[in-house]
């Protein structure tokens, strides 16, 4: 498996990756695939310029098929960094590569200076919760209603770095 950060020119392997993201896992994210559909060339690399895209290609193939952010989030602890998205190709699934990708988000933040990670995550999500939790992860405890879905809850995990 390996691991890319994603440069401004690779502008339209973020945009497929991430639209392909949110056409078959709409629950996952806070973003819509409409919002997402309607961006321009100038926001997709607005997104590169502002924070770390990663893209994870399983063995010998060509195409990408996942995908991590990872940010200094607007009022978090200015050790912390944030992942935002990360996302697994179906086919994919359980091969290593999400725990390949959210690997690379932890090294790449620490290098940033971070000392924690921190994500979010739907309290329904049992499958995402299970790998956070293998991956090193734990519940915060701190909640927030779900951006799509107020019906749903959304808590903040951690992980330390040290």
Not at 7 to 25: C, H, S, V
Not at 31 to 38: D, F, K, V
Not at 79 to 106: F, Y
Request: proline residues 5%.
């Amino acid at each position: 498996m390996r691991v890319v950060r994603l440069t401004e020119d690779e502008w339209i392997t973020l945009r497929d990756l991430r639209l392909r993201a949110l056409t078959q896992d709409p629950d996952a994210f806070g973003s819509q695939l409409g919002r997402e559909q309607g961006f321009r060339e100038t926001h997709w690399r607005m997104r590169l310029r502002s924070s770390a895209w990663f893209a994870g290609y399983a063995d010998a193939d060509e195409t990408p098929s996942g995908l991590v952010d990872v940010i200094e989030e607007p009022g978090a602890g200015p050790d912390d960094r944030h992942v935002v998205a990360l996302w697994v190709a179906p086919e994919r699934r359980r091969q290593g590569l999400g725990a390949t990708l959210l690997d690379h988000a932890c090294r790449w933040a620490q290098a940033d200076g971070g000392t924690t990670v921190s994500l979010w995550v739907a309290q329904d999500a049992t499958t995402a919760i299970a790998f956070y939790r293998a991956a090193g992860f734990v519940p915060t405890g701190t909640v927030m209603p779900h951006p799509r879905d107020a019906s749903r809850l959304d808590e903040r995990w951690s992980r330390s770095l040290g």
